[in-house]
C-alpha cells in the first residue's frame, strides 16, 4: 500500500506534506520560512483554490486525480528541490499574484513595502509621474507600482529576452499594457532619453562567495539574476554611475543590495546612502537623492 492511500482530505495532504518537508530539511525561501505554510502554498494553488478558503474547506475529500498530483508535486519538491512558486506558477508580490517560470527570479523584495507606502515618506506621491523598474524579471516591481500610481508612466527594463517574454504576461494579466512598457536593455544603455521621478531596481547583487553556498532551491533560479561579481556589486555600481542622468531634480534611487550592503557602503564611502528599514522584514535597499548621486 501507497504512504499516502490513508489520505484523502486537503488537511490530510498539507499535514503530511509538512511532515515531509521538515524531515528532508528543506530551505524556505522564496515566499514562506517554515514547512506548514510552505505545504498550503503549495497545495491550494495545486487545487486551483485561493488561500483563504473557509477553514471548513481543508476538510473536502480530494479525488485520484488530485491525490495523485499533488503528490508528484510534492515528491518534486523534495527530490528536485524545486521552489514552490515554480511548480505552482504563482508567486506573490505587494498583494498582487504573479505568474513565474525559471526564466526569472521568485520575487521576495521588501521593495514591496515601499511600493505599498507610495514610496513615502521619500518623495510626495502626488509629484510622482515617471517611474523606471530596471532588471524588472517578471515585471512584479513596476506593475505593483502602477497599481499605487495609476496616473503614472512606467518603463521596466531588463537584459533578459526571456525574462521580458514572463514580464509581458504578468502585464497582460494586470491589465497595465497602457501604463506599463517594456524594454530590453543593458541596464539604461537602450532606454529612452527621458528622466524619471523615481528609479527602483532589484539587480543582481549576490557575491562569489554566497553563490557557492546558496542552498539548491536556488540552483533552479537564472544566475543572471543572482551572480554580480566578487563582492556582488558589479550591477550596483555601473546602476550608480548612470543613474542621476536618468534622475529628475528632486527624484529619488532606490536600490537592493542585499547582503552587499556593506561592502558597497565601505567602497563608496562618500555617498550618503540611507538604509531603509521594513516593518515586514528584509534589509539591504538604499536610498540616494538625485543630487547625493549628481554631486558625489
Not at 37 to 60: F, W
Not at 72 to 93: C, D, K, M, N, S
Not at 145 to 171: M, Q, R, Y
Not at 186 to 212: C, G, H, Q, R, W
Request: aromatic share 8%; with cysteine; charged share 20%.
Amino acid at each position: 500500500m501507497s504512504e499516502y492511500a490513508e489520505l484523502y482530505t486537503i488537511r490530510d495532504f498539507i499535514r503530511w506534506a509538512a511532515s515531509q518537508f521538515h524531515e528532508q530539511g528543506l530551505f524556505y525561501g522564496h515566499g514562506t520560512d517554515n514547512a506548514w505554510d510552505e505545504a498550503v502554498a503549495l497545495i491550494l494553488p495545486s487545487l486551483h483554490l485561493p488561500h483563504d478558503i473557509p477553514p471548513t474547506a481543508i476538510e473536502a475529500r480530494l479525488t485520484s486525480a488530485e491525490r495523485e498530483k499533488i503528490v508528484g508535486l510534492i515528491q518534486q519538491r523534495i527530490t528536485q528541490r524545486i521552489p514552490v512558486p515554480y511548480l505552482t506558477h504563482e508567486a506573490w508580490f505587494a498583494g498582487l499574484s504573479f505568474y513565474v517560470d525559471e526564466r526569472v527570479l521568485i520575487p521576495r523584495s521588501p521593495i514591496a513595502e515601499l511600493i505599498e507606502s507610495e514610496f513615502q515618506p521619500w518623495i510626495a506621491p502626488e509629484r510622482v509621474q515617471r517611474i523606471l523598474d530596471l532588471c524588472t524579471g517578471n515585471g512584479c516591481i513596476a506593475i505593483a507600482c502602477a497599481k499605487v500610481f495609476p496616473d503614472a508612466e512606467v518603463d521596466a527594463s531588463d537584459v533578459s529576452k526571456e525574462a521580458l517574454a514572463v514580464a509581458h504576461t504578468n502585464v497582460l494579466r494586470h491589465e497595465v499594457e497602457d501604463q506599463v512598457h517594456l524594454y530590453e536593455s543593458d541596464l539604461f544603455a537602450s532606454l529612452p532619453k527621458k528622466k524619471y521621478d523615481i528609479i527602483v531596481t532589484n539587480p543582481p547583487y549576490v557575491s562569489a562567495e554566497e553563490m557557492l553556498a546558496l542552498p539548491p532551491e536556488y540552483s533552479h533560479e537564472p544566475r543572471l539574476g543572482l551572480a554580480a561579481g566578487t563582492h556582488g556589486l558589479d550591477v550596483a555600481l555601473k546602476i550608480l554611475q548612470k543613474a542621476a542622468a536618468f534622475l529628475m531634480p528632486g527624484g529619488i534611487l532606490i536600490m537592493e543590495v542585499g547582503n552587499s550592503e556593506h561592502a558597497l557602503a565601505e567602497q563608496l564611502p562618500h555617498l550618503p546612502f540611507t538604509w531603509l528599514e521594513f516593518t515586514r522584514g528584509g534589509g539591504g535597499v538604499c536610498l540616494l537623492r538625485e543630487e547625493d548621486i549628481r554631486n558625489a
